[in-house]
């Protein structure tokens, strides 16, 4: 810790926490050998009254925690034990009975987008009729009307799902009725929807006679022509053309997401879908002070680069070259996208049995596989050999599929090696593949706070699989009594970053977003401490950090957070409105105070939506990737 800022420190922790005992400091010139000496042996920090939750299983809750000068857990015990770890500049804490525990590790995050994408006004996730998203659109263009007539009006969180009356596809005809000449793309709060008025499309180069992309598809007319609705790849198509930030616009906008993830109890984060233009931002971050969390980047594999496992190999090891000395930043890890999403009207999830059509109707419809099982086979045994671990986007019961079966491939070719290869969202996994998570040693990376029952769970799905597949839907307790290894991401921005309420939603499967109740608790729904273990020590085994973070035991890394209340004995409803008092990453401080930053969200929500009710994906999108 910085000594300068010490005694600012022991005040805020003071009033956020409650009696520091803050012992005098030694008078500069005063200082003896034998003084220097207990300096080396007393803790930085000490944090006593609390409910430490160490996150051994079956351990006993200690009452004390002291971390050392070097940035590690130095001893849990009780208040008693760990007074001798108290030194003349050691800061104690006095938690008051809250619990101390690991800081949340995040296995599936896109927090760079939580970032950029608050630069842009936003929808906020409503469900809405055509004019009232016409007059919503229409209020955006009239509070910047300084960039008539070519500036781009970029929208966020549009609810694919929403759109009213039920059955509505988005039409670029919709946004040509609005009186402007201006580009105007709204993206999709899923992150896998984008929809253009017809000037962005032209802009863009999208015509009849635009292919579909690998892993994408151009909603088009039943002459060719383009409707507006860009899926998955496409949408690549229309944001390459959409002008940039500036550079520092990025960069606040991201530190302002981190900061915001650090308030929120969150240590690590393993980022979903990078590229060098991510890579780019967190060195840019870690060099000016402002990457308060360690970060797992899993670097991009395109469908057709999948194809080409030598190639995908050496474009991993070469990001890792030329970034690996960032700090902060520990590479082995590449993501995979083997579908889409459930939900209608996109429907690019890939389904071992068809898609139903409103009626309950079977239809020929299995959703997309952008990676074929052979493909992903021959990527996962090379990958796999070179020791990196693939984490791969699987919706859908055959996309799941194919993931275990290339992680089988690897088996059979390598032998077991360690490499915890993660199949993320299992939204549906079909009862027959349960078993098959454990014996591979493959992780089960869920976003638990999904498992609500809402407009994307009910009206966009349920008609259109039918109770059966229903009743199936994200089988944590299912996975968990199949020895399948757990782990925890939030998927932000996909939704608002709401980590206890993800945490409660594990659960009891409502959570506090739900609009229609809970989703199967009786079913599928976790232990409490099953919760906490998935999104702190089961997600850094994910990450294979198992002996660096995740826990609090002595010689591994202060990751850890200091509530405002006891997680473990207030009733489940009340997780969701945890407040995280301190955070610390190795030691250092990274949030301090009851509250957090504000949320990076720049643009007012339009007057026209107050009080249009907004799903669970309002705060910002990135795409469920």
Request: aromatic letters at 4%.
């Amino acid at each position: 810790m910085n000594p300068s800022s010490t005694p600012s420190r022991r005040r805020i922790l003071a009033t956020s926490l409650g009696a520091a005992v803050a012992l005098p400091l030694a008078s500069p010139g005063t200082a003896s050998a034998s003084a220097s000496a207990s300096r080396r042996r007393s803790a930085a920090l000490v944090v006593h009254h609390a409910r430490v939750l160490t996150g051994e299983a079956h351990a006993p809750v200690e009452q004390a925690v002291a971390v050392g000068r070097d940035g590690k857990v130095l001893a849990t015990g009780s208040d008693a034990a760990l007074r001798r770890f108290v030194g003349r500049d050691t800061e104690v804490v006095d938690a008051r009975g809250a619990t101390v525990m690991s800081g949340i590790h995040d296995g599936h995050a896109h927090p760079l987008g939580a970032g950029e994408r608050s630069l842009h006004p936003s929808l906020g996730g409503a469900t809405l009729t055509v004019p009232q998203l016409q007059d919503a659109v229409r209020e955006f263009l009239s509070a910047d009307a300084a960039h008539e007539p070519d500036g781009w009006l970029v929208v966020e969180d549009w609810n694919p799902v929403g759109l009213l009356p039920a059955g509505t596809v988005p039409h670029h005809r919709v946004l040509d009725a609005l009186p402007t000449r201006r580009p105007i793309a709204l993206i999709g709060n899923d992150g896998h929807n984008a929809w253009a008025n017809q000037r962005a499309l032209d802009l863009a180069g999208i015509t009849a006679a635009t292919p579909d992309p690998a892993g994408g598809q151009i909603v088009r007319d039943a002459d060719g022509k383009p409707g507006g609705l860009l899926k998955d790849t496409a949408q690549d198509l229309l944001t390459r053309v959409i002008p940039p930030p500036t550079r520092a616009q990025l960069l606040d906008a991201c530190a302002k997401a981190l900061a915001q993830a650090a308030a929120s109890g969150i240590t690590t984060f393993m980022d979903a879908s990078v590229d060098t233009h991510q890579l780019d931002t967190y060195a840019a971050l870690a060099a000016t002070g402002r990457l308060p969390q360690r970060i797992v980047p899993a670097l991009l594999i395109g469908p057709d680069l999948a194809k080409d496992p030598a190639g995908a190999l050496r474009h991993v090891r070469d990001l890792r070259a030329r970034y690996g000395q960032v700090p902060g930043l520990r590479f082995g890890t590449a993501k995979v996208f083997l579908d889409g999403v459930i939900e209608y009207p996109s429907q690019t999830a890939a389904l071992l049995s068809p898609y139903l059509d409103a009626e309950g109707r079977p239809t020929g419809h299995r959703g997309d596989l952008y990676v074929s099982a052979a493909d992903y086979g021959r990527l996962a045994t090379v990958f796999d050999r070179a020791d990196w671990q693939l984490h791969a986007h699987a919706i859908g019961d055959r996309a799941v599929r194919t993931a275990l079966d290339g992680y089988e491939a690897a088996v059979r070719a390598n032998g077991r090696r360690g490499n915890r290869h993660t199949v993320a969202h299992l939204q549906l996994v079909h009862p027959s593949d349960h078993r098959r998570f454990a014996p591979l040693g493959v992780v089960a990376c869920m976003q638990l706070q999904w498992a609500m029952r809402d407009i994307w769970t009910m009206e966009a799905l349920l008609p259109y699989i039918g109770a059966e597949r229903h009743r199936l839907m994200y089988p944590a307790r299912s996975l968990e009594r199949h020895g399948a290894a757990l782990a925890g991401g939030s998927d932000w921005p996909v939704d608002p970053l709401q980590t206890w309420n993800q945490i409660r939603t594990a659960v009891d499967r409502e959570g506090a977003e739900a609009g229609e109740g809970a989703l199967y608790p009786e079913l599928e729904g976790l232990s409490r401490a099953s919760s906490l273990r998935m999104h702190t020590a089961g997600t850094a085994h994910q990450l294979r950090m198992e002996r660096v973070s995740g826990r609090l035991l002595p010689g591994m890394a202060a990751d850890l957070v200091v509530l405002d209340r006891d997680v473990t004995r207030v009733p489940i409803a009340e997780v969701s409105g945890v407040g995280v008092r301190l955070t610390l990453v190795g030691g250092r401080v990274v949030h301090e105070g009851t509250t957090p930053p504000p949320r990076p969200r720049s643009a007012p929500r339009p007057a026209s939506l107050t009080g249009v009710h907004g799903d669970r994906h309002g705060a910002c999108g990135c795409g469920r990737g």
